[in-house]
């Protein structure tokens, strides 16, 4: 697709459901990262894949929170038993890779799945 | 580890005033600096990068330059308009393992006529 796309971009669940938001990176690019958008807290770090591997999960605030990605593409992030400090807009972005294989560190994001846990 | 530490806002401007945005930065190595926006209701973009030392980067009037000697890559621009109202976000880019990007709290900017 033309940018990076991300669903549902509202969720609203009760306290203790499961939810999935998906994210569909920008074509060609094998950098993928999850981050976190709450009032007042800037953006946090979650997760990153380099392919359908995840070599830096570091930001995963808990045991609750997992991610996949499959075909080197769409990115799934999965939270069980939703608490409501999981409010939140998560953000999707995904990125190049420069002719020395390295990441550019320019990132594309997605619009956003903004959670709202009841 | 990394860190970007940038002014908490939000800030409110005139339209014509001159804005800086204060961004300072802890890294390793000499990492990617980026300024990303996000109007109200769209995602965040690219709004400017310098990839090393002295380096500056200029976009939609806004210019921002990499000191390495203070850590610093403050945003400007000399004459904003009600369209710059948004949150504007101070990022790095490690220079080493697989490049993490690291961002700051973000700062809200609103013009007024």
């Known amino acids: 697709g033309a940018g990076v796309s991300q669903s549902p971009s509202n969720k609203v669940t009760e306290k203790g459901k499961d939810v999935e938001l998906r994210c569909d990176p920008i074509?060609?690019?094998?950098?993928l990262y999850w981050y976190r958008q709450s009032l007042g807290q800037g953006l946090e770090f979650l997760i990153y894949f380099q392919g359908n591997s995840a070599p830096d999960k570091s930001g995963l605030p808990s045991d609750r929170f997992s991610a996949e990605r499959t075909g080197g593409s769409v990115s799934t992030l999965t939270i069980q038993r939703t608490q409501q400090e999981d409010s939140a807009v998560y953000l999707c972005a995904s990125s190049a890779r420069t002719s020395g294989n390295k990441n550019t560190g320019e990132l594309f994001f997605g619009e956003g799945s903004r959670l709202t846990v009841l | 580890g990394d860190s970007v530490t940038q002014m908490e806002g939000p800030v409110t401007l005139s339209e014509e005033a001159f804005l800086t945005i204060n961004c300072t930065y802890t890294a390793t190595g000499y990492p990617s600096l980026f300024w990303y926006v996000q109007y109200p209701g769209e995602g965040l973009q690219l709004l400017l990068k310098?990839?090393?030392?002295?380096d500056k980067g200029s976009n939609k009037g806004f210019e921002a330059t990499y000191r390495k000697e203070t850590t610093s890559f403050h945003l400007e621009k000399g004459s904003v308009q009600v369209s710059d109202s948004a949150v504007y976000f101070c990022?790095?880019?490690?220079?080493?393992?697989?490049?993490?990007?690291?961002f700051g709290i973000g700062t809200k900017l609103q013009v007024i006529p």
């Open positions: 990022a790095l880019s490690s220079s080493g393992g697989y490049q993490k990007v690291t």
């Open positions: 074509s060609g690019h094998t950098a």
């Open positions: 310098a990839t090393k030392a002295d």
